[in-house]
């Protein structure tokens, strides 16, 4: 991959309180770049870029899942780990 090209992980969802509309559901684009070279025939640089925002979403709801499995596998291990302890003698 060149190093010019950026790609974005999705860290997150969109919140619980937005409505997921047609764009959210639907929308993906694709957008071609060229830049022509001193040679009218030739391009010297050719970009293409797409966004698939059901992709993005699907992404961003499994990266939440995830981080709350782990934190809540957390949570039961430290449960657990109390639950292991001796009770302090008084």
């Excluded at 694709?30 to 797409?50: C, D, G, H, K, W």
């Excluded at 699907?58 to 596998?73: F, L, Y």
């Amino acid at each position: 991959m060149p190093a010019d090209v950026n790609s974005t992980v999705v860290e997150s969802s969109i919140p619980s309180y937005v409505v997921r509309d047609w764009c959210h559901t639907s929308y993906i684009a694709v957008v071609a770049q060229f830049s022509t070279s001193m040679t009218p025939e030739l391009y010297s640089r050719m970009n293409i870029s797409t966004v698939n925002l059901p992709f993005a979403l699907r992404a961003g709801d499994a990266t939440v899942k995830w981080k709350n499995d782990i934190a809540e596998g957390k949570h039961k291990q430290d449960i657990e780990k109390g639950k292991q302890q001796e009770k302090p003698k008084l």
